[in-house]
């Protein structure tokens, strides 16, 4: 056990719609971090966000947003959902700026759009 | 840019016999690596990590992994394989943008299978 937590385990929706999923991440660790795993682009960095500030950006579309919130947990915001968006997303937290530069992940979500 | 290549997308070894799994970097500085496992429906464990201190590193379960700057590798090995490291191996690359930024870049994974 990571101490990541992520909720909901499974999710299914239909194409267009909004989901929220929800991060937790380990006691103390001010980063927050977002992949997506799908067979077909693999394991993706979406973004990080740093204590409440977003700090680096990787693949993550504009119909997705996230936040860090003042208690550190965070949300990623996935809307217009298209059957390409079913994957697997994870959240990892890490006590960045810190020299270990481990990160730890968590269960994951996955997404299916149908 | 920093990237990892891992060569081989499935491995099959015996129960008992050496694991190999291969990962090789580019990078124009030098790099932090790092090897996961995912194992099915669960997420990502860190197995190992390189970041500039012993070129060989010992990870949990009897992985080690040695950094060969001038082969540009970071192979992950196990002398003797078990049933239960059967699992997916991920290589990554961390890329340090500036003070906290970080991201992990991900090779295209190794699906290890175990024969017994």
């Known amino acids: 056990d990571s101490g990541v937590t992520q909720t909901p385990k499974h999710l299914i929706t239909a194409t267009g719609q909004r989901v929220t999923l929800r991060c937790s991440p380990r006691?103390?660790?001010?980063?927050v971090y977002w992949y997506q795993q799908s067979l077909d682009q693999g394991l993706q960095f979406l973004i990080q966000?740093?204590?409440?500030?977003?700090?680096a950006k990787g693949n993550i579309l504009e119909r997705f947003s996230a936040q860090q919130f003042p208690d550190l947990h965070s949300e990623l915001n996935l809307s217009s959902l298209e059957l390409g968006d079913s994957a697997l997303y994870f959240c990892a937290s890490s006590l960045a700026p810190d020299s270990s530069y481990e990160q730890y992940f968590g269960p994951g979500t996955r997404l299916t759009v149908t | 840019a920093q990237s990892v290549t891992q060569l081989g997308s499935h491995v099959s070894v015996s129960e008992g016999a050496l694991v190999l799994l291969r990962c090789n970097y580019s990078?124009?500085?030098?790099?932090?690596l790092f090897w996961y496992v995912q194992y099915p429906n669960q997420g990502l464990q860190l197995l190992l990590k390189y970041t500039s201190a012993a070129t060989l590193v010992k990870g949990i379960n009897g992985f080690e992994a040695e950094f060969k700057k001038s082969e540009t590798s970071f192979h992950l090995t196990k002398p003797s394989a078990h049933m239960s490291d059967a699992a997916e191996y991920f290589c990554a690359v961390i890329r340090i943008s500036s003070g906290s930024a970080r991201q992990l870049t991900f090779g295209s994974g190794t699906q290890l299978t175990v024969l017994p």
């Open positions: 990078s124009s500085v030098p790099p932090y």
């Open positions: 006691s103390g660790d001010l980063s």
């Open positions: 966000y740093y204590n409440g500030e977003e700090r």
